[in-house]
């Protein structure tokens, strides 16, 4: 794979459990240890367990997440108990939660291993709220989600959104890089949609382990993921 951050190791992925989801009613922060499981990403994709979802959305503020009243976090779980029953008992992937919001150098080699921790997910949720399809991360995420699956979007107005990855351009054209973000993001942005692309070209998009990672079950992650 070719990531830059390959270099230093691949960092742990974070995911959270949807129990957890449910319970808080919220998007749990980094820090908050006690709601954040922690795998080697590559066990997980060995594992035969449902693969995590990715969860993607706009940021309310550059500081928060959500909007003071956890609006996205509730329509994702209304979501959820509709459409995806035992979700409870599943894995997310979201970004307020998984990646370090403190340690600005873990923060960078997370971001860098993104087109790994993307292939580690089974499916995609999107909640396509205000600006979304503008916003330079919400682009590179629905552009450089595997091929080979939809996207999952969930609209303001509760309705819902099935893109496939060939009709994309339809709703986000140009380069991920080309939409909203700080200007320090965008050679990053740029960088992680390239290796996305070089992932894809090595294993069609699929979740598969990489070939030299051995493909062998550790009892003590499977008990974790129970």
Known sequence: LVLEGASFG?????????????????????????????????????????????????????????????????ALTAYL?????????????????????????LKRRQVHSLPLYMRCCNSFIGLAWGCYFERAWCRLELKGFRRDLPRQLIMP???????????????????????????????????????LQRVDDGFGGSPEVPSEVPKVESKELAALLQ
């Open 10 to 74: 691949i960092p742990p992925m974070r995911l959270i459990r949807g129990s957890v989801l449910a319970d808080l009613g919220r998007f749990p922060r980094s820090d908050e240890t006690e709601h954040v499981i922690v795998v080697d990403v590559r066990q997980y994709a060995a594992l035969e367990k449902p693969l995590p979802h990715f969860v993607s959305h706009r940021w309310a503020t550059l500081d928060s997440p959500d909007t003071d009243d956890n609006a996205q976090a509730a």
């Open 81 to 105: 108990d509709k459409s995806l029953p035992g979700w409870h008992d599943e894995f997310f992937w979201l970004d307020y939660a998984c990646i370090d919001q403190d340690d600005a150098q």
């Open 157 to 195: 107005t509760s309705e819902e959104l099935l893109i496939e990855h060939a009709d994309l351009d339809k709703h986000v054209g140009g380069a991920p890089e080309d939409g909203q973000c700080i200007g320090s993001d965008r050679d990053l942005i740029r960088h992680v949609m390239q290796a």
